[in-house]
């Protein structure tokens, strides 16, 4: 079946530097791709997504490039803050509207 | 607007316990969801349905059931609780152009 691979964390930066974390996936066809955040005790918020091969979403400063070459969707910010500490997953759609996650990345950002 | 709301947001069952797990949404959205969340691991399709009267099983469905009488609720019952149901678990409602909706969450301890 369909799988989402994410680099693992935690992932610990100083205030203003630059952010990847790494998105694979595996999956017949071509699926809508997205970025979750889940801020500590809340639920997952939609951070951005792209429905097409070489469609960029961006959203708050994150950005990410769906490849289909390398079926990726690696997560970039140039400058993250405190307040990016969170945790974040990469998820596909599959069919059925159902959505596949990764396992997740923690981000912690000093400052 | 409130979105999609759980209740209860922490509790403890014995082994042996039953309970259910709350969720309505007031968007009129036909799909929904239950994840659950295990540290590590993402979060893992339970149970969805595309609609009153209809459900399916996701990846995980053992140890759970549920039903859809209504638009609005979805709720998640455990009959004979396990400790492999500690987990955190989330509902979510699905529409256009809402998107994925998910709700706070309830963490559920098993001992």
């Known amino acids: 079946g369909d799988s989402v691979t994410q680099m693992e964390g935690p992932v610990t930066l100083s205030e203003e530097a630059f952010l990847t974390i790494n998105c694979t996936y595996t999956?017949?066809?071509?699926?809508?791709l997205f970025w979750y955040v889940q801020y500590p005790g809340e639920g997952l918020q939609l951070l951005l997504k792209?429905?097409?091969?070489?469609d960029k979403g961006s959203n708050k400063g994150f950005e990410a490039t769906y490849r289909k070459e390398t079926t990726s969707f690696h997560l970039e910010k140039g400058s993250v803050q405190v307040s990016d500490s969170a945790v974040y997953f990469c998820?596909?759609?599959?069919?059925?509207?159902?959505?596949?996650f990764g396992a997740g990345t923690i981000l912690r950002v000093k400052s | 607007n409130a979105g999609v709301t759980q209740t209860p947001k922490f509790r403890i069952l014995k082994i042996g316990q039953s309970m259910t797990l709350q969720c309505t949404q007031d968007m009129n959205h036909n799909y929904m969801y239950w994840y659950r969340q295990d540290p590590g691991m993402g979060l893992k399709l339970i149970y969805y349905?595309?609609?009153?009267?209809?459900?399916d099983k996701g990846e995980v469905p053992n140890g759970y059931n549920v039903s859809r009488s209504t638009t609005e609720d979805f709720p998640l019952r455990l009959e004979l609780a396990a400790p492999s149901q500690t987990s955190v678990y989330f509902c979510?409602?699905?529409?256009?152009?809402?998107?994925?909706?998910f709700g706070s969450g309830t963490r559920l301890t098993v001992v």
């Open positions: 998820a596909l759609m599959e069919y059925g509207n159902k959505l596949v």
């Open positions: 999956a017949t066809g071509y699926p809508s």
């Open positions: 349905s595309v609609g009153a009267g209809i459900t």
């Open positions: 979510a409602s699905l529409g256009v152009p809402d998107g994925y909706t």
């Open positions: 792209a429905t097409k091969a070489d």
